[in-house]
């Protein structure tokens, strides 16, 4: 399978910028994709990334460097209801998946 | 609701019993897919399909069948359970936005398998 890494827990503080960060193999590529999974339930979507450059979506960004093999979600004043797993996945040759292990987010008050 | 719907939600089974989990889709999606999520190795591709009658195995299709005999339902089959099994398993669906890549994966509630 393909290897994707991303860390496996941070910890951030109400009201501030967390930054995640997801590294990939470039061969084969054809997206990636950043999940929200909250404790006990299914992810959801949050964002998609094909192209360089970054996605801006409300409080939640996404960048990507295909040449690099790498990506980033970044979560502007973060809110409690933020604590969740954030997911990286990788779309390969058109159809088939892989995510990371996910990255649990703890924030404070 | 735009929704994907499996079934049963909770399972507990014996080794070697066979067991069909179910997976509905009302969104008209073309791509559907089952993953199965274990403690410290996320989410990994068991099988998906990418229309009616067309299927492929994902990164660990060992031990499972599928079929796609509706656009709608895409069945898990375990013919012979094994304690390794034992895991939370998701099913999805996506549409096609532009060019052949699925989009947003839709996940169906999961389904928490424990074989004895």
């Known amino acids: 399978g393909q290897n994707i890494d991303q860390p496996t827990e941070m910890t951030a503080t109400e009201g501030a910028i967390v930054q995640i960060n997801c590294t990939y193999q470039?061969?084969?590529?054809?997206?990636l994709f950043w999940y929200q999974q909250h404790a006990g339930e299914a992810p959801t979507f949050l964002s998609y990334?094909?192209?360089?450059g970054l996605e801006e979506k409300g409080r939640f960004s996404s960048f990507l460097s295909r040449s690099k093999g790498y990506s980033y979600l970044l979560l502007k004043e973060l809110q409690m209801k933020d604590s969740a797993s954030y997911l990286c996945?990788?779309?390969?040759?058109?159809?088939?998946?892989?995510f990371g292990s996910g990255t649990k987010l703890n924030v404070k008050p | 609701e735009a929704q994907v719907t499996q079934n049963p939600r909770y399972l507990i089974t014996v080794t070697g019993k066979k067991l069909t989990v179910t997976c509905s889709q009302n969104m008209n999606h073309e791509y559907m897919s089952w993953y199965r999520q274990d403690p410290g190795l996320g989410l990994r591709q068991i099988y998906y399909s990418m229309n009616v009658e067309v299927t492929d195995k994902g990164d660990v299709p060992e031990g499972y069948k599928v079929s796609r005999k509706e656009k709608r339902n895409f069945p898990l089959i375990l013919e012979s359970p094994s304690p390794n099994q034992t895991s939370l398993y998701f099913c999805?669906?996506?549409?096609?936005?532009?060019?052949?890549?699925?989009?947003?994966?839709?996940f169906g509630p999961g389904t928490r398998l424990t074989v004895t």
């Open positions: 996945a990788v779309i390969y040759n058109f159809n088939k998946f892989y």
């Open positions: 999805a669906s996506s549409f096609r936005r532009a060019g052949p890549v699925p989009y947003e994966q839709y």
């Open positions: 990334n094909v192209l360089d």
């Open positions: 470039t061969s084969g590529f054809n997206g």
